[in-house]
C-alpha cells in the first residue's frame, strides 16, 4: 500500500509545475538544466518524491523565482482549520493556475483592461457553469 503525499510536498510540486509552464518549459528541459529526467520531475510534480532543500534552491534559480515563491500560500503547521495559511488560496485555484487552460485563460484575462467586458466574461462562466450541473469543489 503505497504512502499518500505529504501535503507540502505536494504543494510545492504544484508551484513548480504552474511556473514551469508559465515559462513554457517543458519538463524535459527543466530535468536537462538540473541533471534529471523527465519522470523525476514529474514525480516532484505531484510530491510522490520530496525535494531536497538544494534541489529547491536551483529548481528556483532555473524557474527565476524566489524559494519563497514555491512555498507562498502553502500548507503550514501554523495553518487554520483548513490546512492553509491565513489568505491563501483554496487549492482548486492553484490545481487551475497548474493546467496549459488554467493559464492561458488567466493570461488572457489579464490582458483585458475594460472592467464591463471582464465582469461580463465572468457572469458568462458562471452561467455556463450553471448549467454544467453543481460546484464540484
Known amino acids: 500500500m503505497s504512502k499518500a503525499p505529504n501535503p507540502?510536498?505536494?504543494?510545492v510540486g504544484s508551484r513548480?509545475?504552474?511556473?514551469?509552464?508559465m515559462l513554457g518549459m517543458s519538463q524535459e528541459k527543466l530535468g536537462e538544466a538540473l541533471g534529471l529526467t523527465f519522470q523525476q520531475i514529474q514525480k516532484y510534480e505531484k510530491g510522490t518524491n520530496r525535494v531536497g532543500a538544494s534541489r529547491i534552491q536551483q529548481i528556483a534559480e532555473i524557474l527565476q523565482v524566489p524559494v519563497s515563491f514555491l512555498f507562498e500560500g502553502g500548507p503550514s503547521?501554523?495553518?487554520?482549520p483548513d490546512g492553509f495559511a491565513e489568505?491563501?488560496?483554496?487549492?482548486?485555484?492553484?490545481d487551475f493556475l497548474a493546467t496549459s487552460e488554467g493559464l492561458a485563460l488567466t493570461r488572457a484575462f489579464t490582458r483585458i483592461t475594460d472592467s464591463k467586458l471582464r465582469r461580463s466574461i465572468v457572469d458568462l462562466v458562471e452561467q455556463i457553469a450553471a448549467r454544467e450541473g453543481p460546484d464540484k469543489r
Open 16 to 21: 513548480v509545475r504552474m511556473r514551469r509552464i
Open 87 to 94: 489568505g491563501a488560496s483554496p487549492s482548486y485555484v492553484s
Open 77 to 80: 503547521g501554523m495553518a487554520g
Open 8 to 11: 507540502v510536498d505536494k504543494y
